[in-house]
Nanobody, 127 residues
Framework: QVQLVESGGGLVQAGDSLTLSCAAS????????MGWFRQAPGKEREFVAH????????YYADSVKGRFTISRDNAKNTVYLQMSSLKPEDTAAYYC????????????????????WGQGTQVTVSS
């Protein structure tokens, strides 16, 4: 059984930094691309960042580009999302997800690309 568990969320002030972690069990993450998504109340889940299985390729939503960094430590079976210069509009529940074994690399931003999801961790940024 595959489980993804996010951690590291919390309440911070605008301009602060925060690092989210996603630890996996039941799946060797080094074989899979991974993604981070977020969902604010009343809004659809949106793509944040994607990293290839090797870590060689990363993609970001325009809204977080230059502020967020996705990385992975395959030895620890963990993926990270470093967030800096946080803004109130970054407030959301953040979810990590593991991509399907076979997927279209052009659709890294689509929720359909991912088959396992964590339960989410809340990030709240106050102004």
């Amino acid at each position: 059984q595959v489980q993804l568990v996010e951690s590291g969320g919390g309440l911070v002030q605008a301009g602060d930094s925060l690092t989210l972690s996603c630890a996996a069990s039941g799946r060797t993450l080094s074989h899979y691309a991974m993604g981070w998504f977020r969902q604010a109340p009343g809004k659809e889940r949106e793509f944040v960042a994607h990293i290839s299985w090797s870590g060689a390729n990363t993609y970001y939503a325009d809204s977080v580009k230059g502020r967020f960094t996705i990385s992975r430590d395959n030895a620890k079976n963990t993926v990270y999302l470093q967030m800096s210069s946080l803004k109130p509009e970054d407030t959301a529940a953040y979810y990590c997800a593991s991509a399907r074994e076979v997927y279209s690399s052009a659709r890294y931003y689509s929720t359909n690309t991912y088959d396992y999801w964590g339960q989410g961790t809340q990030v709240t940024v106050s102004s």
